[in-house]
């Protein structure tokens, strides 16, 4: 397949989708061009402009394809400008994937014609059977991180569905930003933020270890935050 990015042609290859119940993701694998090979090749304050200035001309080999889902179109824009505006900057590559713009692709049944191109974040989700060796309270920790960095940036994610949550190399992933929004001045971000965690560990207690002990509550959790996220802001 061959997309545009920006003012680049960009020639890929489809690859096994790894993450299940998520038919609208694209993985594809990058076909090297002249211009990979020519711009290594370049100057080290050269190249670094260029990569400021065109970030799409350094894409990594594997990238993500997502694609706006057909009745959902609203959230597809929602996410896209909360990428694209800057208001997750300080978590790509961290709690979220890297974006690198947004393409025309073909239209399916279910999908539409853009497409948001994302770094492939990999792990597995908080879904999946191999996910639920997780003890509760570390669960926990790595949420309240990540939804207190999301917290920080002044956003709260109201999508909760564990298949949007990746675990990658002990920290959990936000794949889904649809029903995002920036945080309203004067928010309590500290019971945003403790809620958030604990109805995301809750849903993961109630699949993989309904047996186990509970959650702790949202006070709990909200103690468990860092004083800044818990002035309001």
Same mark, same amino acid.
């Given at each position: 397949?061959?997309?545009?990015?920006?003012?680049?042609?960009?020639?890929?290859?489809?690859?096994?989708?790894?993450?299940?119940?998520?038919?609208?993701?694209?993985?594809?694998?990058?076909?090297? @061009? &002249?211009?990979?090979?020519?711009?290594?090749? %370049?100057?080290? $304050?050269? =190249?670094? !402009?260029?990569?400021?200035?065109?970030? /799409?001309?350094?894409?990594?080999?594997?990238?993500?394809?997502?694609?706006?889902?057909?009745?959902?179109?609203?959230?597809?824009?929602?996410?896209?400008?909360?990428?694209?505006?800057?208001?997750?900057?300080?978590?790509?590559?961290?709690?979220?994937?890297?974006?690198?713009?947004?393409?025309?692709?073909?239209?399916?049944?279910?999908?539409?014609?853009?497409?948001?191109?994302?770094?492939?974040?990999?792990?597995? @989700? &908080?879904?999946?059977?191999?996910?639920?060796? %997780?003890?509760? $309270?570390? =669960?926990? !920790?790595?949420?309240?991180?990540?939804? /207190?960095?999301?917290?920080?940036?002044?956003?709260?994610?109201?999508?909760?569905?564990?298949?949007?949550?990746?675990?990658?190399?002990?920290?959990?992933?936000?794949?889904?930003?649809?029903?995002?929004?920036?945080?309203?001045?004067?928010?309590?971000?500290?019971?945003?933020?403790?809620?958030?965690?604990?109805?995301?560990?809750?849903?993961?207690?109630?699949?993989?270890?309904?047996?186990?002990?509970?959650?702790? @509550?949202?006070?709990?959790?909200?103690?468990?935050?860092?004083?800044?996220?818990?002035?309001?802001?």
């Amino acid at each position: 397949m061959t997309f545009r990015l920006g003012l680049r042609a960009v020639s890929a290859v489809r690859t096994e989708s790894r993450m299940v119940g998520l038919p609208n993701l694209v993985f594809v694998r990058l076909v090297p @061009s &002249l211009l990979d090979q020519l711009l290594p090749q %370049l100057p080290g $304050p050269m =190249l670094g !402009a260029l990569r400021w200035l065109f970030p /799409g001309l350094f894409l990594p080999a594997h990238l993500v394809l997502k694609r706006e889902k057909r009745g959902m179109e609203e959230e597809f824009v929602t996410e896209r400008d909360l990428y694209r505006r800057g208001a997750l900057s300080s978590v790509q590559g961290t709690h979220t994937p890297v974006f690198y713009g947004e393409v025309r692709c073909p239209e399916t049944e279910t999908t539409g014609g853009r497409a948001l191109v994302l770094s492939d974040v990999g792990g597995i @989700s &908080l879904e999946e059977a191999a996910a639920g060796g %997780l003890k509760i $309270p570390r =669960l926990e !920790a790595m949420l309240l991180e990540s939804f /207190g960095a999301l917290a920080a940036a002044g956003v709260s994610n109201l999508d909760y569905r564990l298949q949007n949550y990746r675990l990658v190399n002990d920290r959990v992933v936000f794949l889904e930003f649809g029903r995002a929004s920036i945080v309203p001045p004067g928010s309590d971000v500290g019971i945003v933020v403790a809620r958030s965690v604990s109805r995301v560990a809750l849903l993961y207690h109630c699949i993989h270890d309904p047996g186990g002990p509970t959650p702790r @509550s949202v006070a709990e959790l909200e103690l468990a935050l860092p004083v800044a996220l818990r002035t309001p802001v």
